[in-house]
């Protein structure tokens, strides 16, 4: 069995706070730790005329300014005298992925990152600054492209800039916007003229496990299944993870594992960092590595309680009857 590769550059060290922030570099080293036997890709970075495949000319150059102020972009989002090029590297990075099957272990993250910046509403950027799952897709023009979110917070930057393409279906597995950042991100948001249905929202409530996400992995599938695509692309977020820090939802390795088995098929698939603060990088990203390779692993599931269950079945009914008008499931 070959390991997946790692696409790392220390550059992606050099975005850093002056203050204490969630996202800083040792949410990198600490990944890094626990993947140290695996292969690494250094990736190249990309021009500056590039970014503007999958954003507005205007917030790159919001984007550029702060880096050179060293100021904040808004309330959460950070930047430093090198985010600009670090987050030039990062996209380099999404593409280097793309192009090995592998894995970016990169930052800053994206998928909060919309055309224009701040997407659906969303009062801040959520720590993210380009759109790192999206370049690849752009800058080659790709087709039948499936985007898995599961980072726990919805990724409303990407499901913006694909709103009204049809060539590519997001699926996106949060916590209920109602209880969490960014707010949006409700079943009924299934994307603009010519492309409904290829932007899907599935719902997991606080304290769901496990046992929930079993229960949208053969939805997954089935949409898989209809729509048959070329390229299985992961914005892989960790903070579901049960006491990662930033959300209330208690997925263990049995779910990332699994997310990882969805994509065993294909020959072409690629992932990239987003969210995932402590205990989600040391034992959700492995586990996840571990289910796109293919290696068996077992792993035990947690289940949820009763009224959580029954919270998230509303849910589920709910996005079954409006998938149902799309797609097989």
Known sequence: MSLIPLIYSDVYLLHKPKHTHSENPDRIKRALEELKNYPIISPQKVSEEEVKLIHDEDYINLVKSSSEKESMIDADTYTSKETFNVALYALGGALKAFETNGFGLLRPPGHHAGRFGKAFGAPTLGFCIFNNIAFPIRKYALTKVLIID??????????????????????????????????????????????????????????????????????????????????????????????????????????????????????????????????????????????????????????????????????????????REFWKI
């Open 150 to 323: 599961f980072d726990v917070h919805y990724g409303n930057g990407t499901q913006d800039i694909f709103w009204n393409d049809p060539e590519v279906v997001h699926i996106d597995i949060h916590q209920d916007p109602r209880t969490i950042y960014p707010g949006t991100g409700f079943p009924d948001m299934i994307g603009g003229k010519d492309a409904e249905g290829t932007k899907i929202n599935l719902l997991i409530p606080p304290l769901g496990g496990d046992d929930l996400y079993e229960e949208l992995i053969p939805i997954i599938q089935s949409v898989i299944d209809d729509f048959k695509p070329k390229i299985i692309a992961y914005s892989a977020g960790f903070d579901a993870f049960e006491g990662d820090g930033l959300a209330s939802v208690r997925a263990t390795e049995w779910t990332y594992y699994n997310m990882g088995l969805l994509s065993n098929r294909f020959e072409r698939k690629y992932a990239v960092l987003e969210g995932g603060y402590g205990v989600g990088l040391i034992r959700g990203l492995k586990a996840f590595i571990y289910g796109l390779q293919g290696e068996k692993k077992v792993y035990s599931k947690n289940t949820s309680s009763d009224a959580v269950k029954s919270r998230f079945r509303n849910y589920l009914s709910e996005e079954k009857m409006i998938l």
